[in-house]
């Protein structure tokens, strides 16, 4: 079953049969830094929203979409049509060295399964890594970004030293962090990270972002 959702100027179509808009994305397209007429690659974007989240933000950008799910890279292409927005969804894995040229883009940016697969979480399917590791996900993201550009995903506290180790492993050097979570008497529950392709040390962390359960604000 299909359903609507209005980001702004934006009408996101969705299905029940694909991962749904969440607090993730919406907290990560106001984190990652953009700029007018950027190249942007969404990997792993299933219906669009990240590209039309962030778009909302800057609309002259160049919009690419990686998607392995024929149904939502489908539901993405709709999204971009039904919203006059320009843009490439390619159907494909994004690990495969074929599909696009590196050294491209100015932002590459994920909402990626982030519970090991085999970890006994809660995250559901969808929330797994098991097609993809974030080793895998950081050296696609490092190969697609152009010197000097940028990599922002969402990702698991308790994952942070792997994730740091496979950026770095991939020539992407953790430059902003931000912590998430509900409240002050709660261990935060998701990190905010974006790293420079060729970018020298030097970590600016932000203060920890506060979330009601339930809310996208």
């Excluded at 974007?45 to 933000?57: A, D, H, I, K, Y």
């Excluded at 883009?105 to 970890?119: A, H, M, Q, T």
């Excluded at 890594?129 to 895998?136: G, K, L």
């Excluded at 979570?181 to 261990?187: E, I, L, M, V």
Aim: net charge positive; glycine share 10%; hydrophobic share 35%.
């Amino acid at each position: 079953m299909e359903s609507v959702e209005y980001l702004g100027q934006y009408r996101l179509t969705q299905s029940d049969a694909h991962f749904k808009l969440g607090r993730d994305s919406v907290l990560l397209a106001r984190f990652a830094t953009l700029k007018p007429r950027w190249r942007v690659c969404d990997l792993g974007c299933g219906v669009g929203t990240l590209l039309l989240l962030l778009s909302q933000r800057e609309p002259r950008l160049a919009r690419t979409g990686v998607e392995l799910s024929p149904g939502a890279a489908d539901l993405a292409r709709r999204n971009l049509a039904d919203n006059s927005l320009d843009g490439t969804i390619l159907l494909g894995d994004f690990r495969d060295k074929a599909l696009l040229p590196g050294d491209t883009f100015d932002l590459v940016i994920s909402n990626p399964p982030y519970f090991r697969s085999g970890s006994g979480k809660s995250g559901g399917p969808a929330r797994m890594d098991e097609n993809a590791s974030v080793q895998e996900l950081c050296q696609a993201a490092g190969r697609l970004t152009r010197t000097g550009g940028r990599f922002a995903l969402v990702y698991r506290p308790e994952r942070l030293a792997e994730l740091f180790a496979a950026l770095q492993g991939a020539r992407l050097e953790p430059k902003r962090l931000q912590l998430l979570a509900y409240s002050q008497a709660k261990p935060p529950y998701a990190v905010l990270v974006e790293s420079v392709k060729g970018g020298g040390p030097g970590l600016d962390v932000l203060p920890t972002q506060y979330q009601q359960a339930g809310s996208y604000t």
